[in-house]
């Protein structure tokens, strides 16, 4: 599955579950990876959904929460591409 960007997801660092909405995705090497921004506006670059990462999109709670609407991020993408405001992750 592909996120858009906008999308709000749920990523699980160290068994941590956090808040995100995607910025960016991009291909590297065969692997689709995703630039996140976090709701406490921190962000990371290079995640992807593989549970074998020590960080990584979690497809189950991302479903089960954010794809039904129960979770909703606090960050506006659509205000912050408007204004020209989205964080620069990749040179």
């Known amino acids: 599955m592909s996120y858009k960007n906008g999308q709000t997801v749920i990523v699980t660092t160290h068994g941590i579950n956090k808040v995100?909405?995607?910025?960016d995705s991009f291909m590297i090497n065969r692997s689709l990876m995703y630039d996140l921004l976090f709701e406490d506006?921190?962000?990371t670059?290079?995640?992807?959904t593989s549970k074998s990462k020590k960080?990584?999109?979690?497809?189950?709670?991302t479903e089960k929460l954010c794809d039904s609407g129960a979770i909703v991020t606090t960050i506006?993408?659509?205000e912050l591409v408007a204004e020209n405001k989205l964080p620069i992750l990749r040179a």
Do not use: K
């Open 20 to 23: 995100a909405v995607v910025l």
């Open 41 to 43: 506006r921190s962000a």
């Open 45 to 48: 670059t290079m995640v992807n």
């Open 55 to 61: 960080t990584y999109i979690n497809t189950d709670l």
């Open 76 to 78: 506006n993408y659509n």
